[in-house]
């Protein structure tokens, strides 16, 4: 299972980015995916998640508000839209895989791969 994080970069706050994460080696259609983010200094965190089965979705209670994560089975990438952002979301965003017909939401132990990560950064 590979995964590739991207659309990361510099962005001012109060702006938008959409990261993306292509998935390969994976029926991807099959598995629940999560976006994470750790920013230096502290603990890898949940953003948000989808599920395989019916698109349900989770989200951090912080950024449930301007965050929105999607999926394209046919492209086996998944999205993370992020609007109004701000300089406390600067941070690597890594995106995750579930087990096959895994159970997705919150927790890390929930995610059997990860990507590299994409940096965000969000300038004041």
């Known amino acids: 299972v590979q995964l590739q994080a991207s659309g990361g970069g510099l962005v001012q706050a109060g702006g938008s980015l959409r990261l993306s994460c292509s998935a390969s080696g994976l029926a991807f259609s099959w598995y629940g995916m999560g976006w994470f983010r750790q920013a230096p200094g502290k603990e890898r965190e949940f953003v948000a998640a989808?599920?395989?089965?019916?698109?349900?979705?989770w989200y951090a209670e912080s950024l449930k508000d301007r965050v929105t994560i999607s999926r394209d089975n046919d492209k086996k990438t998944v999205y993370l839209q992020m609007n109004s952002l701000k300089p406390e979301d600067t941070a690597d965003y890594y995106c995750?895989?579930?087990?096959?017909?895994?159970?997705?939401?919150?927790?890390?132990?929930?995610?059997?791969?990860w990507g590299q990560g994409t940096q965000v950064t969000v300038s004041s």
């Open positions: 995750a895989a579930s087990t096959f017909q895994g159970t997705t939401g919150s927790s890390r132990a929930h995610y059997a791969s």
């Open positions: 989808i599920s395989w089965k019916n698109g349900n979705t």
